[in-house]
């Protein structure tokens, strides 16, 4: 890329999406342990009620993870994530033991699963949900997502800047689209309101033109149906619900139309004819994960328009408030300076917490990230360690142990992506056999994925393990009431520390040390299932404290059903460890400090944390 086009670039890339984030410390995916691992309490199903996933003891449940895989875009291996199910189960396991993830979103390809009007390709379902099923067997519970950037890879010229996917050839051939263009676009998202064939494209799709809608609605159908009849009634527990539309778009407005009429007269009863169709192909208990107009929370006002599907009512369990962030400012090089800082992001989760409960249904932020390589990639540790504390709580650390009721629920989130084959594509953009794309993510100058594979085949991550594998209250019997999370990750060799524990509790001070903590209060519920969190590798059972009303423990037992406090492995033989804390009330207040700093701590010192940390529980809830 030449000097001026990569100045240019910074400047253009206010106007819409993504751009392209440095390597971190490597860590390498241990070798899975025996399968199973599951417990009585594990492997039910997911609804929504109160506004919350719950499982199928009445726990509050946290889905946390990645997006798999941009990989779906791309031509290389026929729309699918992987390669082969072998690397499906690879990436599983390390998804989950380096990673700390219970759960993914899945992505589809429509170009791929009708490549013919009206024939759905039976082989292509058959891969996907042999790849599905190698998550799902981990333990990891899966939401598909049916993916389009651009609508259509088929409105580019093999000689394009940029590329799209979703919509097969045939969707394009129906309508009479201009020659694809975006003028003096510098950026892939610059597309989605300058290129006139994709404004069209997408016009036409919400119109219903040359029944494009309805062919979609039938093929989502179909895989829907084909994934309830191929998967184990087991399995099938483990799919949370569906995506059916990545990032939805108008193309452009009718006259008089605006953004909020769109979603309301446009977008909100496509998603109604999916929700029929879900029903239908058996999939009515789960549910549909709907998503705004893209720009609903741009965080650049010039791009923010009126949406969050605020004409919709009352959602309720049968849909999902299903949102997307990424902080343009910071990726436009220019409107965010420095680096993102505690609290950065607080305001804008809160408006999507806000959001579902007034929609009363459940959140999921199913993607979100930043570039990993590029001009803006130095702003990466501390961007997603913004947006990770964003995901844990409303309030920011510096103020968070003295306003915890404030921190409203913990939301879930999927972070784009997970792609084993960042930076080893080999992707004929286009179809243009002149221009073979192996770097990043082999798609429009992105790099952003979490892991890639070593020289040896290894799964490897490369960003700070400490900012993802994180402790996060997987599943809270009763009603969390607040979270933090202090990862400690770094900034190359700085240390980021934005929740320190007051000088007001100095003995929870000396012993969460310089080391990682989690504290997670909650209030009971009636059923007999316990409260887990997931422990990542940096907390082995053997070097972890707990300080609970429960009880009280350094290196805390194996788990029983008569251990308040104890340790077992996360379903899915992946090697991850889980802490689980059993209560025997319903109604009543309870907390718990997960720490990983102090070597065998005294019993004076931890009876001295104890007492502060009740102390500080009544004063505050």
Known sequence: MSTIRARLLLVLVVLCGLLTVAGAPPATAATPAAPSDSLWFDGTPLTVQNGRFTDGQGREVVLRGYNVSGETKLEENGGLPFASVADARRSATALRALGGGNAVRFLLSWAHAEPARGQVDTAYLAAVSEQMRAFLDAGIRVYPDFHQDLYSRYLFNTGSWYTGDGAPGWAVDAGSYPKESCGICLFWGQNITQNAAVQKAQYDFWHNSYGLQDAFLATARATMTYLREHLTDGEFAGV?????????????????????????????????????????????????????????????????????????????PRYVFNTHFYDQKAI??????????????????????????????????????????????????????????????????????????????????????????????????????????????????????????????????????????????????????????????????????????????????????????????????????????????????????????????????????????????????????????????????????????????????????????????????
């Open 332 to 621: 436009s090089g220019i409107l965010m300076w420095g680096k993102a800082a505690d609290g950065q992001y607080a305001s804008d989760f809160g408006a999507v917490r806000d959001r579902a409960s007034a929609a009363g249904t459940a959140a999921v932020v199913s993607e979100f990230g930043h570039p990993l390589s590029g001009m803006v990639s130095d702003k990466a540790p501390t961007v997603l360690k913004a947006m990770y504390q964003a995901l844990d709580s409303r309030v920011p650390g510096a103020s968070w142990w003295m306003n915890p009721a404030a921190s409203g629920p913990v939301l879930s989130g999927s972070q784009w992506q997970w792609d084993l084959y960042n930076g080893r594509h080999h992707e004929l953009m286009n179809g243009n056999p002149d221009k073979v794309l192996t770097s990043g993510d082999a798609w429009n100058d992105e790099d952003l994925s979490a892991v890639r594979l070593d020289d040896s085949g290894n799964a490897t991550l490369r960003q700070d393990a400490r900012l993802l594998d994180r402790v996060y209250p997987s599943a809270t019997a009763g009603s969390t009431l607040a979270f933090t999370y202090e990862d400690r990750s770094r900034d190359g060799s700085t240390t980021l520390t934005w929740n320190p524990v007051p000088s007001s509790l100095p003995n929870v001070a000396r012993l969460v040390g310089s080391g990682q903590y989690g504290l997670l209060v909650w209030r009971s519920g009636s059923g007999t299932a316990p409260t887990e969190l997931h422990l990542p590798a940096s907390f082995p059972a053997s070097a972890t404290t707990v300080v609970s009303d429960l009880g009280t423990a350094y290196a805390p037992p194996a788990y029983t059903a008569r251990t308040p406090v104890g340790v077992a492995p996360e379903p899915g033989g992946t090697g991850s460890s889980r802490l689980l804390l059993t209560d025997s009330d319903s109604g009543v207040l309870h907390y718990a400090l997960v720490a990983n700093g102090a070597a065998a701590p005294s019993a004076d010192l931890l009876s001295a944390a104890g007492s502060e940390l009740a102390s500080w529980a009544k004063a505050h809830f």
């Open 240 to 316: 949370v619900g569906f995506d059916p539309y990545n990032e939805p778009y108008a193309g452009s407005y009718d006259s008089g139309q605006t953004s909020r009429t769109w979603e309301r007269d446009l977008l909100w009863p496509f998603y109604v004819k999916f929700r029929a169709r879900m029903d239908a192909a058996g999939w009515q208990d789960k549910p549909a994960f709907v998503e705004p107009n893209l720009f609903w929370n741009a965080n650049i006002s010039t791009q923010k328009q009126e949406g969050g599907l605020l004409d919709a009512g009352t959602l309720g």
